[in-house]
């Protein structure tokens, strides 16, 4: 789907590759989703999820996005491309691009005509049992008292 658009070359620090920039796209789902699909509802697990492909990978996240139905072509997705701080998008499925995204496919197609690469993770969604979704339900519902949800 494109080649990455790594425009800073090598570091001068190290003389090495600059590592490849990613944005991680998690999905905005409403909380009342969370016993029927709580993996879409858990913004942080998606995150957390696209942070660890790309470390393994040595790439470093540099941007995370949690949007819902988002047109392919709003500037939300595009301001870091352009000034040059991501080179790839990451999401953990293509479900949840589908949720992020009003049309993926228009969104790809933008990103091959920029150059940008975008990716899937591909690993199955962890499986939530009762005690998760409560974590999740308690740090998306009290994040005005200061809960940081740990």
Not at 54 to 71: F, I
Request: proline share 5%; with cysteine; hydrophobic share 40%.
């Amino acid at each position: 789907m494109g080649e990455a658009n790594s425009t800073s070359g090598a570091s001068e620090a190290t003389g090495r590759p600059a590592p490849v920039r990613v944005a991680a796209i998690a999905s905005l789902t409403p909380l009342a989703e969370l016993e029927a699909d709580p993996f879409l509802v858990d913004s942080r697990g998606q995150h957390a999820m696209c942070a660890r492909w790309a470390a393994e990978r040595g790439y470093v996240v540099t941007r995370e996005l949690l949007v819902r139905g988002l047109r392919p072509d709003h500037r939300v997705l595009w301001a870091d491309v352009e000034a040059g701080q991501v080179d790839l998008f990451v999401a953990p499925s293509r479900r949840v691009l589908e949720r992020a995204l009003s049309c993926v496919e228009e969104f790809t197609a933008e990103c091959a005509r920029r150059g940008v690469r975008v990716e899937t993770v591909g690993r199955a969604e962890p499986s939530y049992d009762a005690s998760m979704k409560a974590r999740v339900h308690r740090r998306l519902s009290m994040p005005t008292a200061g809960y940081d949800g740990r």
